[in-house]
Every structure is written in structure tokens, then in C-alpha cells.
């Protein structure tokens, strides 16, 4: 892989760590709040139901995770398993579209 592909790599992988940091914050802080509040699972889902901001919250949730996910994984497969080959990235690809797949049908299942 040339070092400018490893470099698209690094700045992925730390761009969306910087997402996923801030939306597990969110997500938490939303969470303690409303349970706190004395919501029940129902009543927040019924809130959350139709809501374009949550909406796009949380698919942006998903799309940093397929993101993240797959290269670090990358690296822990390289590093641990010794598996460098262009099967590793392909393996990947498909984790990452199955991740993205599942991601997004359970965040159109709660908000649609």
C-alpha cells in the first residue's frame, strides 16, 4: 500500500474517532437525561420516532463507525495475525458493508 493510501488511512481513522467520541457523548448525555427524567424505553423511542435531527445523528453515528471499525481492524489483523494480503482488505470491505447494512436498518427501524 503506498504511503499516501496509509496516510488517507491514518487521517480516516482519527477524524472518526473524533466522531464517535462526540457522539457517544451525546448519546450518553441523552440517555442519562432522559432516564433521569423518568422516561421508559417506550417514551423515548416515541419522542425519537420522525425526528430528522435524530435521524441524522445517529446515521452519522453508523457511518463513523463503518468507518473506524474496519481499520483498526486492519491493523490489529496485520499486527496479531500476520495477514497482510489483499484478502485482508477485501474481508474488510464486506465486514464494513455488513456493518453499514445493519447500522442503518436499526436506525430507520427506530426512527421511520
Known amino acids: 500500500m503506498s504511503t499516501r493510501a496509509q ?7 482519527r ?11 451525546v448519546h ?13 424505553a417506550v ?3 416515541a419522542r425519537t420516532r420522525g425526528s430528522i435531527a435524530w435521524l441524522l445523528f445517529y446515521m452519522l ?6 468507518v473506524h471499525l474496519p ?3 486492519r491493523a490489529v489483523l496485520g499486527e496479531w495475525l500476520g495477514w497482510r494480503s489483499p484478502s485482508r482488505d477485501a ?5 464494513a458493508a455488513v456493518l453499514a447494512w445493519i447500522g442503518m436498518r ?3 427501524g427506530v426512527f421511520l
Open 28 to 40: 450518553l448525555a441523552t440517555m442519562i437525561y432522559a432516564v433521569r427524567g423518568g422516561l421508559t
Open 7 to 13: 496516510t488517507l488511512l491514518w487521517m480516516a481513522q
Open 43 to 45: 417514551e423515548i423511542l
Open 91 to 95: 474481508a474488510l470491505l464486506l465486514f
Open 15 to 25: 477524524v472518526s474517532a473524533a466522531v464517535l467520541a462526540l457522539c457517544v457523548v
Open 71 to 73: 481499520i483498526g481492524l
Open 106 to 108: 436499526a436506525v430507520l
Open 61 to 66: 453515528f453508523v457511518l463513523a463507525t463503518v
